[in-house]
C-alpha cells in the first residue's frame, strides 16, 4: 500500500512543471518512500488486531492520513528547481483531513467481508481519495520565479526518477500479486489444519517433499529409542504412495485422477489423498493432496469386520449345534418310543429327558457357549435330592458336545436312581467323585449308589437308559462305561477324555455338596 501510493506520488511529480529544470534529492526522496510505507504498514498492523473498536480505526486512520501528507510533502521537498516553491497552510489543513478520511475509509472497508465489486469499489474509494490529497496539495502550491538564482541541481533527474518508478510499480504489483496467491495459499493451509487435514506436494522423480504444518506432524513423529529422542519420519511411504498415484494417472491420462491410501504410521493409520497437478515430458511430475488421520475411523472399522466375521462363526456354530440337537432329540424319541409300553410313559420320560438337556444347555449359555463345570452338571440334577448326595472333585470344564453328552449321562444315572436304586429310600446316597485328567488327558468319574434296595439279580438286558450313557460315553466324550451291580447299591466306572491340558486344574479348590449327618 505505501508503495503504490508513492508510485503514485512521484508519478504525478512527473507531470509538475514549474517552467524550470527539475531534479530531485535522493536522500529526502527515500525518506518520503520510508515514511509512507512505514505509515501505511503500522496503520494496517493495528487495524488487522483481533479486537478492533471504533478508536482503534480512527488512530490507524489518522496515521496512515499523516503519513501519506507527509510523504507528499517531503516528496516537494526534494525538488530542486531554480523556483521558489511555497505551501499555503489553508490547503495544507484541507490535503491532511483528506488523506485522513481516505485513510479512515480504508481501515473500516479493510475490517469487511465485500464481494470483488465491493473490493473495487473501496479500492477507487482509496485511490480517488489519496489523488484527491495530492492535487489539493499541489492546488496550495505558490511558484515564485528566481530565474536569475543558479539551479540547485539535485542526484536525480526527472528521467531517473521516471525510470525508478517504473521499476518500482512492476515489482510492487508482481509482489502484490504473489502476496495474493500465498494469502489465499496460507488461508487454504490455516483452514486444512483447522480441520486436522495435511497438505502436501510430492515432485518426481527427485522425490522432494513438502509438507504442511500439520502433515508434518502426522508424518514426521518423535519417540523413544533406549531413552534417546528420535525423529522417525514416514514421509518416504508418502512418497512411494504418490509414485503408485502417479503410475495409475499415466496409464489412464484421461481420467480425472483421486485416488485415496491408507499408510500405517506408528501406531496410526492415515489416509493419502491426491492427484496429479501436471505433468511435464513425462519426466517431472508433481502430485498433491491432503493427509487425514484415520485411526478411530480404521479401529471401528477393523472391529466392525472382526465381529462381522465372529457373527457368521456363531450363526454357522448355532446352525451346527442345532443340527446336533435335533438328532439327538430325534434319536431321544425314537429310543423312548420303543422302551415306552404306553404314550403316558412315553410322554413323561421323552420330557423329563429333554429337561435334562434343557438344564445343560442353560448351563452352556451363562458361560456364553464356552464350557461347563461337571460340578454343576451333577449338581444340577441332584439338587432335588440334596441331603442325600455327595459330589466332589476338581473344578474340571467340558467344552459345549462334551457337556451336553455328559448331563444326560447324569440325568439317566439320576432317573435310574430314583426309579430303582438308593434315591428310593429315604436311607440312600449318592456319592460322585472324579479325578484330574492324567497325561493323556483321560478323567476317571464313579458313581456309587449305597443304602438302596439289595441288588439280588442284576438285570440280564440293557434298557435304554444304559444304551444312552453308553452311546454319550463312547460318542462325543471318547471314553467307556462300566457297570457293576453290587449287593450294596449300583456302581458305574467312566473314563473319557477332555480337552483341558493335563495340570490345568492344579490348586483349583474342590466342589463339595456334604450330606448332613
Not at 464481494?115 to 511558484?143: D, E
Not at 438344564?359 to 440334577?381: C, K, M, P, Y
Not at 479325578?435 to 434296595?453: A, C, I, K, N
Amino acid at each position: 500500500m505505501g508503495g503504490g501510493i508513492w508510485s503514485m506520488h512521484f508519478i504525478a511529480m512527473l507531470g509538475f512543471n514549474p517552467g524550470h529544470a527539475v531534479s530531485y534529492d535522493i536522500a529526502l526522496t527515500i525518506l518520503s518512500f520510508l515514511l509512507a510505507v512505514g505509515g501505511t504498514g503500522g496503520a494496517f498492523w493495528m487495524a488487522a488486531r483481533q479486537q478492533r473498536p471504533l478508536w482503534l480505526l480512527v488512530v490507524s486512520g489518522m496515521a496512515m492520513g499523516l503519513a501519506i501528507a507527509t510523504m507528499h510533502y517531503v516528496g516537494m521537498a526534494a525538488i530542486r528547481t531554480t523556483a521558489v516553491l511555497e505551501n499555503r497552510p489553508a490547503f495544507i489543513v484541507v490535503a491532511l483531513s483528506v488523506a485522513m478520511l481516505a485513510s479512515f475509509g480504508a481501515m473500516v472497508l479493510a475490517n469487511k467481508d465485500l464481494s470483488n465489486r465491493q473490493k473495487a469499489m473501496a479500492a477507487l474509494f482509496l485511490a480517488v481519495g489519496v489523488i484527491a490529497m495530492h492535487y489539493t496539495a499541489m492546488a496550495g502550491v505558490i511558484i515564485t520565479d528566481t530565474s536569475i538564482a543558479p539551479h540547485p541541481h539535485g542526484n536525480a533527474t526527472s528521467l531517473t526518477l521516471a525510470i525508478t518508478t517504473a521499476i518500482l510499480t512492476t515489482i510492487l504489483l508482481l509482489a502484490s500479486g504473489l502476496s495474493a496467491y500465498l494469502d489465499q495459499h496460507m488461508k487454504v493451509l490455516s483452514v486444512l489444519d483447522a480441520g486436522d487435514i495435511g497438505y502436501w506436494e510430492v515432485r518426481l522423480p527427485s522425490r522432494q517433499v513438502w509438507l504442511s504444518p500439520h502433515a508434518r506432524k502426522l508424518l514426521i513423529q518423535t519417540d523413544k529409542i533406549d531413552g534417546k529422542p528420535t525423529t522417525i519420519d514416514h514421509s518416504s511411504a508418502l512418497v512411494e504412495a504418490a509414485i503408485a498415484m502417479a503410475k495409475n494417472a499415466i496409464r489412464n491420462p484421461q481420467q480425472t485422477q483421486s485416488k485415496e491410501i491408507e499408510l500405517h504410521v506408528g501406531e496410526r493409520w492415515v489416509a493419502v489423498r491426491g492427484r496429479m497437478l501436471h505433468l511435464r515430458r513425462q519426466h517431472h511430475i508433481k502430485l498433491a493432496g491432503i493427509l487425514i488421520d484415520i485411526t478411530e475411523a480404521h479401529t471401528v472399522r477393523t472391529a466392525l469386520e472382526v465381529s462381522d466375521a465372529r457373527q457368521k462363526l456363531l450363526l454357522n456354530e448355532l446352525n451346527h449345534r442345532l443340527k446336533n440337537n435335533f438328532a439327538s432329540i430325534q434319536s431321544i424319541a425314537a429310543l423312548t418310543a420303543r422302551g415306552s409300553p404306553d404314550l403316558d410313559t412315553f410322554i413323561a420320560t421323552f420330557q423329563s429327558r429333554l429337561m435334562a438337556l434343557s438344564n445343560t444347555q442353560t448351563l452352556l449359555t451363562n458361560t456364553g457357549w464356552e464350557s461347563a463345570d461337571i460340578a454343576a452338571i451333577f449338581e444340577q440334577e441332584l439338587r432335588p435330592y440334596t441331603q442325600q448326595a455327595l459330589i466332589e472333585g476338581p473344578s474340571l470344564l467340558l467344552e459345549p458336545k462334551r457337556a451336553l453328552s455328559m448331563g444326560l449321562i447324569a440325568h439317566e444315572l439320576t432317573t435310574n436312581a430314583a426309579k430303582h436304586g438308593a434315591l428310593s429310600r429315604d436311607n440312600g446316597t449318592i456319592h460322585v467323585r472324579w479325578t484330574l485328567p492324567d497325561r493323556h488327558g483321560r478323567v476317571s468319574l464313579e458313581w456309587r449308589e449305597t443304602g438302596g434296595p439289595e441288588i439280588t439279580n442284576p438285570p440280564s438286558r440293557k434298557g435304554f437308559g444304559s444304551r444312552l450313557i453308553r452311546n454319550s460315553i463312547e460318542g462325543p466324550l471318547g471314553g467307556t462305561v462300566h457297570s457293576e451291580y453290587l449287593p450294596t447299591g449300583l456302581k458305574v466306572a467312566l473314563n473319557f477324555t477332555t480337552l483341558d491340558e493335563p495340570g490345568v486344574h492344579k490348586n483349583i479348590p474342590r466342589i463339595k455338596i456334604i450330606k448332613p449327618v
